[in-house]
């Protein structure tokens, strides 16, 4: 490790002059990820640019609109609030899977996300809940949705001078509910061989309305199946509907073969993730409803 | 170029300086002396470098030496006070929790901060929570026993 200087600026401003004016940046934030990559030499940066000083940037915040994690916020910030365990139950399951309780002290899911591991367990709970980025760059302000921030494994669509601020989640309504189910050998200290996000909506009669089906582990970056939420959306969850949005999940899964698991395994077993999760979130759905009468 | 920093470590006010790069664990041992916290794996999978950063646990060998600028940290050095072991250290040997010893200190941080939150914890909790603190000698068991029971004399002092 060769870092020639360490930045630690006190806004957004200065943090972006400095991604501007210097190539060879890398952004910290928690560390988790970033450090073991500059151990093993996967990353080599001149310049580290670490963000949790910026004022907000490590805030969580729930309204009646809906959650604002800052990029830099520690994972336990997250996973230690009953209110938003409550409001959000796949997406804080998905960050409870990170690491150890040492790992979630630091690590953050802004973090998560720009690493853009395939298998990182926080971007399909992400997407299936509809999350939106923050991003502020030295041109300005823009929003991305997550299902469209990371390109590829390890890269992401921020330019040089861009910093990813904040994520907003809206407040699920009463019928609504999500879920995520990884698949791992291990229950802790694991990575997900496949991973499935869920969110839908149910009508007063039990149906449903709107959903969101993210796999994760099972292609390149993490994936929205808009095919699969199409194979429930208007049923009942029925023994069809389920087995038709497995088949899509699977579908729509492109894996490699690796040590966790082969190419066949992972597109089978995304499948029974997905429509595990979605009767997950089904249930949870069901509970609101009937607690809000 | 070396960075100079300031910080408090075990709440006594701590000046050092480090290079961008240095990670934490290693001016804890080399630069500072304190060798009690150990580096196992170095890339945050054994625990063996748990410390408590601003009142969350970590692993040192993720955590640069410079981001310790104007923070509160504390080592298994803070742990005990002037003659007597905390509960989990005494727990620990109580149970023969210990074999090699090489985790005990990242164990011991953990569990400490552990019962701060939780009074109370269920074995289960105790396992998830210690999740990240490998042990390659006793087999575990004797270990969350060892939390166990430290929790309930901790209680029992209490009331």
Not at chain 1, 4 to 23: D, H, K
Not at chain 1, 62 to 68: I, K, S
Not at chain 1, 93 to 106: F, P, Y
Not at chain 1, 227 to 253: D, F, M, Q, R, Y
Request: hydrophobic share 45%.
């Amino acid at each position: 490790m060769t870092v020639s200087r360490f930045y630690s600026p006190q806004s957004i401003a200065e943090a972006t002059a400095i991604l501007r004016q210097q190539s060879g940046c890398q952004v910290l934030a928690g560390g988790t990820d970033l450090l073991v990559q500059m151990r093993n030499g996967v990353k080599q940066p001149e310049y580290i640019v670490d963000i949790k000083e910026i004022p907000g940037i490590r805030d969580v915040t729930l309204t009646n609109q809906g959650l604002t994690l800052g990029a830099a916020a520690p994972a336990q910030s997250v996973t230690e609030r009953p209110d938003i365990a409550a409001a959000y139950p796949g997406l804080v399951e998905a960050i409870d899977m990170i690491g150890s309780t040492q790992i979630q002290g630091r690590c953050s899911v802004g973090g998560n996300l720009c690493n853009a591991s395939p298998a990182a367990d926080t971007v399909p709970a992400l997407i299936a809940v509809g999350a939106v980025c923050h991003v502020v760059g030295g041109e300005g302000v823009r929003q991305v949705r997550v299902e469209d921030f990371n390109t590829g494994p390890g890269e992401n669509c921020l330019k040089r001078d861009e910093l990813l601020i904040s994520l907003f989640i809206p407040r699920p309504g009463v019928g609504s509910a999500d879920a995520y189910l990884r698949f791992t050998p291990r229950t802790e200290m694991d990575i997900a061989v496949v991973g499935a996000g869920v969110s839908l909506s149910l009508d007063p009669m039990g149906t449903v309305s709107a959903a969101r089906v993210a796999i994760g582990a099972a292609a390149p970056t993490a994936l929205l199946v808009e095919e699969a939420a199409a194979a429930i959306i208007g049923t009942t969850l029925e023994e069809s509907a389920l087995a038709a949005l497995a088949a899509a999940a699977g579908a729509a899964a492109s894996p490699i073969s690796d040590k966790r698991g082969s190419a066949g395994y992972r597109t089978k077993v995304v499948g029974v993730m997905a429509r595990r999760a979605a009767q997950i979130a089904c249930d949870r759905a069901q509970q609101r409803q009937r607690r809000a009468h | 170029m070396a960075i100079h920093v300031t910080t408090s470590i075990n709440a006594e006010p701590v000046e050092f300086l480090c290079e961008a790069d240095d990670t934490l664990v290693h001016v804890l041992r080399d630069t500072l002396n304190l060798t009690g916290t150990k580096e196992g794996c170095s890339t945050g999978d054994c625990g063996a470098c748990t410390i408590v950063l601003d009142g969350r646990l970590a692993c040192s060998c993720l955590v640069l030496g410079v981001e310790a600028e104007g923070k509160s940290i504390e080592t298994i050095e803070g742990v005990a006070t002037p003659g007597a072991l905390h509960a989990v250290q005494q727990s620990l040997l109580d149970h023969a929790g210990l074999q090699c010893g090489i985790c005990t200190p990242g164990i011991v941080v953990a569990a400490r901060a552990l019962l701060e939150r939780n009074a109370d914890p269920s074995e289960e909790e105790v396992r998830y929570w210690l999740a990240g603190n490998l042990c390659r000698c006793t087999g575990y068991d004797k270990i969350i026993r060892a939390v166990l029971a430290a929790a309930q004399d901790l209680r029992e002092a209490a009331s």
